[in-house]
């Protein structure tokens, strides 16, 4: 197998778990240390061992394991090969031309790679039929690759398999389809749920186990009293497991008391006993709970001394800004001005108590459905400015590298003009459709952060109007003493913003009139 397999296997597994998640993988698959080199071949072998030792690890099946490594994958190859893809293409595009332009130049490049025969045909415009042969009958892969392209370009396909290799099949047939666009989507999705605790990894876009499989994994729980149950923790019926991050589990439950669905966030068990988890933990519950805003996620109840602690919050439904600017792309100006005004009230009501976010971000910022109302998500990386105390790794650059203020970066102090900076960025990106700083990988984005200046929104998309892009330039500053001086002066110049929209009627979508690459 290509040695690009393995290192990106490598990067999977420690955003799983961490820096030392590797070194322990190699060891239960009793595999030596050693390093990858991507233009290397490797024994089928040495990765299968890798995948069965993650898949005992985390207590998930090979097939949930793989499926979730492609959809990991997907937007990993998709920027080393984005010379090839053309740009107008989506998801089912990508897919159909994937055996005739990027599988055949893999194997231009690199004679012994063997990836899977793809033969593709397009039967409608929102269907496709794969047929998919290999002798690694990695087919949950493919699957999750397949889930992983349509999420890189913000579309919502289902992937049925009519035949599979492991079914003793002689090839897999993958059934794809694309849910279109608009309101009806919602009759194809379950309600989604992300809340300020709930982290997300690339598990999220596997499938979960059966309703049985998940009691016994949760034995936490209490028994079930319904059949819709996964069980009981304190006051609260667990109907359905929603994902889970390194440190917690999200399930949407319902309080018996007042009869209303919430977010149910618990401690994974295995840090139950861990000091340093559990204040982290209680950290981020207090953070939230302290802030009462109409834009950041409500707290309804911290159980302190439930095991495992829980978090009860808001059941929120709708998308993040981040699905909904890769659905839409470039939103109407006065909307990105709206959303940008309600991000900074709630980003003044956390300022006032203190707290500063340090990873505002799309993926962080929740448009309700049907109101569109922002909502701020996860506080595990916030601080309060008072708290000396350290839970992180002496040194550790916390946050978003394409969001993060250039002190936050340096790792030095930061206050409250940090998630403004943060702020502008996101503002930049609903503008443009492009990052203000840009970057191959993280070591690139962090320097060009330190010494890029990017051009201003008004010079890539002319519709945004000079009082607009002076405003994000503003909060773009790279020394904090030159942005503006808080959350509701930023507020209250959006606002203004909006209003001029307002008189002058003007609620076209903007026009890319530039693409700087």
Partial sequence: MHGLIFLQLQRFVQQQGGSRAWEVLLGQANLPKKSYAPVRDYPDEEALALFAAASRMLDRSAAEVLEAFGVFLAPQFIRLYGRLIQPTWKT???????????HTAVRAANPGAKPPVLDCIRTTEDELQIMYSSDRQLCSLAKGLVKGIAAHYGETVTV???????????????????????????????????????????????????QSTARERFAFLKPAQRGDELGRLGEYRVLQLVGQ??????????????????????????????????QRFLREARAMAAVRSDHVVMVYEVGVLAEPPFLAMEYLEGESLDACRKRIHLLPLPEVARIGREIAL?????????????????????????????????????????????????????????????????????????DLFSLGCVLYLMCTDEFPFKGADVLSTLAALATHDPQSPRTVVAAVPPSFSDLIMHLLRKDPAQRPADARIVADMLQAVERCYAAASLITPATKTNNHG
């Avoid at 089912?92 to 990027?102: A, K, R, V």
């Avoid at 949407?252 to 008391?257: F, G, I, L």
Wanted: proline share 5%; glycine share 10%.
């Fill in 160 to 210: 049925a398999d009519d035949a599979c290799m492991q079914r003793g099949d002689p090839f897999c047939a993958l059934h794809v389809s694309r849910v279109p666009d608009g309101p009806a989507i919602q009759e194809h999705l379950t309600a989604a749920i992300q809340t300020g605790l709930y982290e997300s990894t690339p598990f999220s876009g596997a499938a979960w186990p059966a």
């Fill in 245 to 278: 991050g390194g440190m917690g589990i999200v399930f949407r439950a319902e309080d018996t008391r007042l009869g209303r669905l919430v977010a149910l966030k618990v401690l994974q068990t295995r840090f139950i006993q861990d000091t340093t988890m559990r």
């Fill in 346 to 418: 709630g980003l003044a009501a956390a300022h006032d108590r203190g707290l500063i976010h340090r990873d505002i971000k799309p993926a962080n910022l929740w448009l309700e459905a049907r109101t569109g109302r922002v909502k701020i998500l996860d506080f595990g990386l916030a601080r309060v400015n008072a708290d000396a105390s350290q839970l992180s790794q002496t040194g550790l650059v916390v946050g978003t590298p394409a969001f993060m203020a250039p002190e936050q970066a340096r790792g030095e102090p930061v206050d409250h003009r940090a």
């Fill in 92 to 102: 089912l595009d990508l897919i159909e031309n994937t055996e005739g332009i990027i």
